[in-house]
Nanobody
Framework: QVQLVESGGGLVQAGGSLRLSCAPN????????MSWYRQAPGKERELVAE???????NYVDSVAGRFSISRDNGKNMLYLEMKSLKPEDTAVYYC??????????WGQGTQVTVPS
C-alpha cells in the first residue's frame, strides 16, 4: 500500500516562502508522475504542479515563476518550493503519486495559510 506524507505547511505572511515536502513509503522510482494539488475552502481541488520521472515539470499559470516542484530520488522525497506567496495561495496542499497502471495515491494534505 502506497502512503504519502506531506509536511511543511504553516502560516506565512504575504510575500513569504515555504517548502512543502512529500515522503512516500517505498521507492520513489515506481512513481511515473508526482504532483501537488491544492484545495481552497469552497473550491474544487486543482493541480498546482507536476513532475515526471524524467524531470519534466508543468505548472498552473497562477503559480508559474513563483513555485518550483522537484523530486530527490536519492532522498526519496518530493518538494514544492513556494515563493512570493499570496493570500489566494491559501489552501490545503496534497501530494499525489501515479504508478504504472495507472493507479493514483493521495496524501492527507498540509495546510498553507497566507493572511490577507
Amino acid at each position: 500500500q502506497v502512503q504519502l506524507v506531506e509536511s511543511g505547511g504553516g502560516l506565512v505572511q504575504a510575500g513569504g516562502s515555504l517548502r512543502l515536502s512529500c515522503a512516500p513509503n517505498g521507492n520513489i522510482f515506481r512513481f511515473t508522475l508526482m504532483s501537488w494539488y491544492r484545495q481552497a475552502p469552497g473550491k474544487e481541488r486543482e493541480l498546482v504542479a507536476e513532475i515526471t520521472s524524467g524531470g519534466v515539470t508543468n505548472y498552473v499559470d497562477s503559480v508559474a515563476g513563483r513555485f518550483s516542484i522537484s523530486r530527490d530520488n536519492g532522498k526519496n522525497m518530493l518538494y514544492l518550493e513556494m515563493k512570493s506567496l499570496k493570500p489566494e495561495d491559501t489552501a490545503v496542499y496534497y501530494c499525489r503519486a501515479r504508478t504504472v497502471g495507472p493507479r493514483y495515491y493521495w496524501g492527507q494534505g498540509t495546510q498553507v495559510t497566507v493572511p490577507s
